[in-house]
């Protein structure tokens, strides 16, 4: 579904992407982890069209992304999270939700203008799929509550239905467990999982190392802006040069494993 060809992205004469190549299938959840600075959210950034590369190739199902706007990219089928939240918090549950689903739009500008029948149809439509929405992540009963009145879990939760509401075929989630107590990863743990069993392939950034190696089919792990390992949770727990990456050369020599 993605692939990354040879990227490279620095800032003035800081590296922080060198020749990375990585892949994201069709289907199913995977990983991408490395300790603070190695490159993750750069990537993502990458990715969304925030940022362009300096050198490679991002792919999406063989369209060339790098160099894309932004909105373009998300109606090609890419959504995300982003690590600080990012919401419009005066605005209602629903309305956010609403807001999204204008990536995508079910009626015309002359519809809207002249008030047409069809138009109230399509709108009494999209609230109905904006509360589907909501429903997925378990907020379909505060929908008319303001999104800034939310607990910090419940407004990452708002934040991954607004992300659905573009319809992506790929969903990057930036950290979506952090902040969360262990009840809250657990629901969310369940949530991401149906989400897979659904279609939805998804790429995940996350430091709680136990929720990614739970979740992940696999895992890409990245350090100083290079791929230093990639493979399934097992094989990344006990690899030597990501014990080396997150405890030190000295729990490396030691055999300690993650």
């Known amino acids: 579904m993605l692939t990354l060809s040879a990227v490279s992205k620095s800032f003035g004469g800081l590296q922080v992407l060198d020749g990375l190549d990585m892949t994201v299938p069709e289907r199913g959840i995977f990983g991408l982890i490395g300790p603070n600075g190695a490159g993750k959210t750069t990537v993502f950034n990458l990715i969304t069209g925030l940022l362009t590369p300096n050198n490679g190739a991002i792919e999406f199902h063989g369209r060339r992304l790098d160099g894309m706007a932004p ?11 982003f690590q600080n939240i990012r919401l419009f918090k005066e605005m209602t ?10 990536a995508h739009p079910r009626s015309t500008t002359l519809g809207a203008l002249m008030a047409l029948r069809s138009y109230r149809a399509a709108e009494r439509r999209e609230a109905e799929a904006a509360r589907d929405f909501l429903a997925k992540v ?4 505060k929908s008319k509550l303001l999104a800034g009145t939310l607990s910090y879990g419940e407004q990452r939760r708002l934040e991954i239905a607004r992300a659905l509401a573009t319809e992506p075929k790929l969903l990057l989630l930036d950290e979506p467990a952090a902040g969360m107590n262990s009840a809250e990863k657990l629901l969310l743990m369940d949530e991401i ?18 929720f990614i190696m739970d979740l ?7 350090n100083f802006g290079r791929v230093i390992a990639a493979g ?7 690899h030597p040069e990501v014990i080396e990456a997150y405890l030190g050369r000295d729990e490396t020599e030691s055999g300690a494993a993650l």
């Open 138 to 141: 378990g907020l379909a009963e």
């Open 216 to 222: 992940c089919q696999q895992i890409t792990v990245l």
């Open 193 to 210: 999982v149906k989400l897979g069993e659904s279609g939805l392939a998804m790429l995940i950034i996350e430091h709680d190392m136990r």
């Open 71 to 81: 909105h373009r990219i998300t109606r090609c089928g890419v959504a995300r999270t």
């Open 93 to 102: 549950l629903i309305e956010n939700i609403l807001v999204a689903l204008a």
């Open 232 to 238: 399934a949770p097992d094989e990344i727990r006990a």
